[in-house]
């Protein structure tokens, strides 16, 4: 089974890039303005790419080559789990790779660090720039500066199954769009029996529940971290969305509409039980089930973006975004490649990999037959979203991190009381440490 960039992700804190404070924009930064620059570059592109990209990084360095013969790339993938400290250790050295593309999430760490190139004026000139994913530019803007290019998209949405929805009595065409439909329908599809369950999670793996669960509480356009890096504080004793999302999950839970399994379950088996045709719903990715599925079970699964409480959609911006380290021997060598990389036509590729474009007007007829089941992360793009923060691995990523011990005091001991509050001190105390 394919695993998804949550799987994959491993403890990657912000330990390993604070050695870069103060000393990166040491590094010579790349004159982005100069005449041709990124348009008649030659030689080599060293192009790192983290190892759960690696089939989507292969196919476009073939297409790139096959366009043009100016330019050799020499493709590295590195463990997702050693990315961020890679790259640091090969900027603390002063030998940086031309061309990086990063997981969304981490950009920040060196983006507010100045180990990015200021990319501000070529990205303003693009003449997509209007339909290129919000969030994924968000994660890769700094004091209004842009530092980054998105690349490829992975964001959650939820999937259903609709041959056991119409077993149930339930609309296949009217997926639920709030927490009292959802639980509804779930409750309505585990009434079936047998090895039949209504809904089922990753219980035991951080970084999948912080993929599928916190859009519930984005839907509300509230998030649990607030402020500008340097200054950020957690509002979790202040989230209704956060509450309300953790009591539904303490509800499937105590009222055994999951499988048991799920306590255990960090993320080798996800999804599986989904793609036996034994689950009603399941948050998860679309590289996950499209990858993973049997051809003949495809047509029923549907698709859905996944809600707040009382309505409201979100998808987690998950994904890469694209970097030239300050110092890269050749940075226009690599803006060629990342602007070829996002055309159209090498956008409108990606879902063969199992990942989604970070261009709105991917979404076209030919789009909608080739690709089904990500027509709605397309056209809800705008809704993606990640927090912009320095904190994220620590906070949501680790087993000890205040997220999933939350998240388990909550559904597993069903204190969610106690759950927000421990959960606020957690949040505080990681995003402090953070931002020493």
Request: charged share 20%; glycine share 10%.
């Amino acid at each position: 089974m394919r695993l998804t960039r949550r799987q994959l992700l491993l403890l990657a804190g912000t330990a390993a890039t604070s050695g870069l404070v103060g000393g990166c924009s040491e590094l010579p930064e790349a004159d982005v303005t100069a005449p041709g620059f990124g348009k008649d570059a030659s030689g080599t592109v060293r192009f790192w790419c983290r190892a759960a990209t690696l089939p989507a990084s292969e196919l476009m360095v073939q297409r790139f080559h096959e366009a043009q013969d100016a330019i050799q790339v020499e493709l590295t993938a590195v463990p997702d789990g050693q990315y961020v400290t890679k790259l640091a250790t090969a900027i603390r050295g002063r030998s940086v790779p031309d061309l990086v593309g990063i997981d969304d999430i981490n950009s920040q760490l060196f983006i507010s660090r100045d180990a990015f190139t200021d990319l501000t004026p070529l990205i303003e000139e693009l003449p997509f720039l209007d339909s290129i994913s919000p969030g994924h530019l968000g994660l890769a803007t700094f004091e209004d500066r842009y530092y980054g290019l998105p690349y490829l998209g992975d964001l959650s949405r939820l999937f259903y199954n609709k041959a056991l929805f119409e077993r149930a009595g339930l609309d296949p065409d009217a997926p639920p769009t709030n927490f009292d439909e959802l639980l509804t329908a779930t409750r309505a599809v585990h009434e079936l029996g047998g090895d039949v369950t209504g809904y089922s999670f990753a219980g035991n793996c951080p970084g999948c529940l912080g993929f599928t669960l916190m859009p519930n509480v984005w839907a509300t356009n509230t998030d649990i971290i607030e402020g500008e890096i340097g200054d950020q504080y957690a509002t979790v004793d202040e989230n209704d969305a956060l509450r309300a999302m953790l009591e539904l999950y303490a509800t499937l839970w105590a009222d055994e509409l999951v499988p048991a399994a799920n306590r255990t379950e960090a993320g080798a088996t996800w999804g599986q039980d989904f793609l036996r045709g034994s689950v009603g719903l399941f948050p998860c990715s679309y590289g996950a089930i499209v990858e993973n599925a049997d051809p003949a079970v495809l047509p029923d699964i549907g698709v859905t973006t996944l809600c707040g409480p009382d309505g409201g959609t979100s998808l987690f911006c998950g994904g890469d975004n694209f970097g030239i380290p300050r110092g890269a021997p050749n940075a226009s060598g690599a803006w060629q490649l990342a602007t070829f990389i996002a055309d159209l036509d090498q956008q409108s590729e990606l879902p063969t990999t199992g990942y989604t474009p970070t261009r709105a007007d991917a979404l076209d007829e030919e789009y909608r037959k080739r690709f089904p089941l990500d027509v709605v992360a397309l056209e809800n793009l705008g809704r993606a979203y990640a927090p912009t923060t320095l904190a994220y691995n620590t906070s949501f990523n680790q087993v000890d991190g205040p997220w999933f011990t939350m998240f388990q005091q909550a559904v597993y001991d069903g204190d969610v009381d106690g759950a927000i509050e421990a959960g606020q001190e957690g949040f505080s105390r990681s995003l402090e440490q953070a931002q020493l």
